[in-house]
């Protein structure tokens, strides 16, 4: 059995009057020497499961979404743009539900990260959670690019580089003060963004049916015009995958907030199962409505110097300009949500490189509110990449960092299937299947078709850098990640001489989150009928 402190593990065994979370008969918990073995999980749980719920789905909907379906548009044209997300759509949920089995059983701050060098290498663990972390701390960046095509809209003298300093500053002490101010910071931006997607979906359908400055019905006339419905190709095809994973990125770093998450095993999986399939139908249906209302050759839809998200369009075939203002507002403040929501993750996962020793550990250092601080202003000293919109192009550079956010993200998805395969494995091999909270219905096949599809859009993704002429630039960004993880996880593996961690050998024990009395008794409270009625309420919003 295995045991990262080099102690015999006791198995503590209930009394048959002792109940876990669900009610039943509680699985044996593991103890070390007395004391139940914790290396990572030291922040505090101060986030609720109406924060935790709404941020899964406020972590998502974002500049991907809000301006990135643009991009999808101009380069793919909406047959594939709508074909790509539903494929990583897919995608995702089979990411969701191993990562959420993953997650409910050891709740902690380093999530995939952490579990990549528990369960597979700790050289894997290293390189992922460096790439993971560069990935939040370069969409914090993203985001605050975003912010200045956004702003664009209205002829201002305010220099972009001077917006994203402002929201820069604003973020940082956002993160910076207490989990519960970020908690509750992104609760309610991410509840503008739900409300707007809904009014969106619902105003883009009377938009198609004639209710537009034309009042034409527009019905599928776009996916006909010009060369719609498949733009530039297998090449155009294969390049909206990326930034559809842009898009969808950020969904997984929902266990991230494991490490500060009231009563996790509960809460988690609720999550996972509730959440996505909302997450899901957002993208789609508005991926759809926008290809049938929006064409893809609509001016400055997506180029080197500015972007037009197809959202303020569509709200501007609505017929007032004060329309396309409205929404134009409510992007911007989903964009702060957004690098507000990257910045967290990224903070988290430079704890817990530092915990694992994969870093410096005064980045571990928590201030009174136990919040990572000297790692937030580490993770946000890399958004002064912003500022190069400047001198590039805002247009340009989003481009850039969203190709390379899209493939991290991608990385991460392929890193968590064979994870979930080695866990699962071990878990068997150790006799404990028994002890998860939740268990992915799709093992093993799941795991395993996520994985090849991962490893097959990576690679054939970057086609448009090659046809109809190479593009130096676009083939970095596109592939740039791969050779910075290798020599990453090969580097760590020579100097510190790792090896795959075997069945028998694996630490399933460290971290695994033991339910306390608080949890059952806000278990028994969700029994009562004042707690069936707040269930109701928080599924729906």
């Known amino acids: 059995m295995a045991n990262s402190s080099g102690s015999d593990a006791k198995v503590i065994h209930h009394s048959d009057n002792d109940k876990d979370i669900e009610g039943s008969k509680s699985p ?258 508005s991926v759809l409505i926008i290809g049938l209302n929006v064409p893809y050759n609509y001016p400055n839809l997506s180029t080197k110097k500015s972007s037009t998200s197809p959202f303020t369009i569509v709200f501007q075939m609505a017929g007032a300009r004060s329309a396309g203002s409205f929404i134009n507002a409510v992007i911007m403040t989903s964009v702060i949500s957004a690098g507000n929501h990257a910045l967290f993750a990224g903070t988290r996962l430079m704890y817990s490189l530092s915990v694992d020793h994969h870093a410096p550990m005064v980045f571990a250092k928590l201030n009174r509110n136990k919040v990572p601080w000297i790692a937030v202003l580490a993770t946000s000293a890399i958004s002064g990449l912003c500022f190069g919109a400047s001198f590039i192009g805002a247009g340009q550079l989003w481009t850039w960092l969203q190709n390379i956010v899209g493939v991290s993200n991608q990385i991460a998805w392929t890193a968590i299937a064979a994870t979930s395969i080695r866990f699962r494995g071990a878990m068997e091999r150790q006799g404990k299947t028994h002890l998860l909270p939740f268990k992915n219905l799709t093992y093993p096949y799941g795991p395993w078709i996520s994985l090849v599809l991962n490893i097959v859009i990576i690679l054939v993704q970057g086609w448009s850098s090659f046809s109809p002429k190479f593009s130096a630039v676009d083939f970095v960004s596109y592939y740039i990640e791969i050779p910075i993880m290798l020599v990453m996880y090969l580097g760590w593996k020579l100097w510190k001489r790792t090896r795959i961690v075997s069945y028998e050998d694996m630490d399933l024990e460290t971290d695994v989150y033991v339910v306390d009395e608080h949890d059952l008794a806000e278990t028994e409270r969700e029994k009562s009928v004042r707690g069936k009625v707040e269930r109701v309420i928080r599924w729906i919003f």
Request: with cysteine.
């Open 28 to 285: 044996p918990l593991y103890d070390h020497d007395g004391e139940h073995h914790v290396v990572a999980d030291k922040l505090a749980r101060k986030l609720s499961a109406r924060q935790v719920q709404m941020i899964a789905i406020g972590g998502t909907i974002g500049t991907g979404l809000f301006l990135g379906t643009g991009k999808s548009l101009a380069t793919g044209g909406p047959a594939s743009m709508l074909i790509a997300y539903a494929i990583v759509g897919a995608i995702v949920l089979l990411t969701m539900l191993a990562l959420g089995e993953m997650a409910a059983y050891v709740p902690i701050a380093g999530s995939f990260c952490t579990f990549a060098g528990r369960y597979v290498d700790d050289s894997l663990g290293f390189a992922l959670t460096w790439n993971y972390w560069f990935n939040d701390a370069v969409s914090t960046a993203a985001d605050l690019v975003a912010l200045q095509i956004v702003f664009e809209y209205w002829d201002t003298s305010l220099p972009g580089w001077g917006l994203s300093l402002i929201f820069w500053v604003f973020l940082v002490f956002a993160n910076i003060i207490t989990v519960k101010a970020y908690g509750e910071l992104e609760y309610w931006l991410s509840l503008l963004k739900v409300v707007t997607i809904v009014i969106f979906i619902i105003l883009g359908i009377v938009v198609n049916c004639g209710g537009n400055t034309e009042h034409r019905y527009l019905g599928s006339h776009n996916w006909y015009i010009g060369d719609a419905p498949f733009v530039g190709g297998i090449g155009g095809f294969a390049s909206v995958f990326v930034t559809a994973s842009f898009a969808y990125g950020g969904t997984e770093s929902i266990a991230i907030t494991a490490g500060e998450t009231k009563n996790p095993t509960k809460n988690l999986p609720r999550v996972v199962k509730n959440v996505f399939w909302r997450i899901l139908l957002f993208y789609i249906l």
